[in-house]
């Protein structure tokens, strides 16, 4: 499947070819995914469940895991269902405006997570460095709009991508080198100037991913400190391990977010191999997450076990 020179006006469709060079095993490559996605969507509806459910639970960091789980759901079902089918059906054409709003729901979905995260190192921040002031500060109301905040300013400039690329008209092609559409693969296509598409879209990755990964790193470091300023060794452990699951999320999130981000900008990655990348990026993630906080809160633990058992003996 190879796009040819002609130019497209305003085009109706688009065209996903999945993985680029991979394309006699893709049908292969769809499993793992699948099971990626079906262990996200298990994980996460098990913590909606729990969460609300168990009033031991109903703290600031777990109420941000909650909306982080209903997020990944989000991303799993923006992402899976056209990439299973192209994996697995074929059905490579998309209309246009349905492939922008897939990009907008995928973009403005990782923009929220990375949002919640951000939130997530904060609560860490007040429970360790001033842990007598954490309930008066992170009052209900207070998280409220925390998560309004983030969701907004998610909205709002990922909101401008699909604007910006409604402006273009001609497009050389409407072959998309990957399985979902992401901002730079669909600008790359226009036969119009896209400086500005260009420009914007750094914007929007620095100002959020950007800006939560520097106040992130800078809760970390004042978190150390107050941990390693404590007398007691065991103290410093259990200070510590209460950040570990966080740490452990951070860093898988923004590794990828910024392998992906820059690889598809600066970078000469293989296509198969960027494209591979960025979608074990936006699919393991949400697959890990309710792993690493099941495994670390004991709460959760007995709540699943419970579930397990009461299935099981029913």
Known sequence: MKPN?????NPRTVILIGIPGLE?????????????????????????????AERSLHQPMYIFLAVLAATDIGLCAAIAPKMLAIFWFRSYSMAFDACLTQLFFIHTLQCIESGILL???????????????????????????????????????????????KRLHAFHSILIAHSYCEHMAVVKLAAEDV???????????????????????????????AVFRLQQKEARVKAFNTCTAHIFVFLEFYVLAFFSFF?????????????????IYLLLPPALNPI???????????????????NHGS
Do not use: E
């Not at 360790?128 to 969701?151: E, G, N, Q």
């Not at 879209?201 to 970390?220: A, C, N, Q």
């Open 263 to 279: 690889s598809h900008r600066f970078g000469h990655v293989p296509p198969s191999t960027h494209i591979l990348l960025s979608t």
């Open 195 to 225: 400086k500005v598409n260009k420009v914007c879209g750094l914007f929007v990755g620095f100002s959020i991913l950007g800006f939560d990964m520097i106040f992130i790193l800078i809760s970390y470091v004042l978190i150390f400190q």
């Open 5 to 9: 020179n002609l130019s497209y006006l």
């Open 119 to 165: 939130a997530m190192a904060y609560d860490r921040y007040i429970a360790i460095c001033d842990p007598l002031r954490h309930t008066s500060i992170l009052t209900p109301s207070i998280l409220v709009h925390m998560i309004v905040v983030v969701a907004i300013r998610a909205v709002v400039l990922v909101g401008l991508l699909p604007i910006l690329i």
């Open 24 to 52: 006699h095993v893709q049908f292969w490559i769809g499993f793992p995914f699948f099971a990626m996605c079906l262990v996200a969507l298990l994980g996460n509806i098990t913590l909606l469940i729990i969460i609300p």
């Open 292 to 310: 690493v906080y099941g495994v670390k809160n004991m709460v959760i633990r007995k709540r699943v076990a419970q579930i397990f058992l009461i």
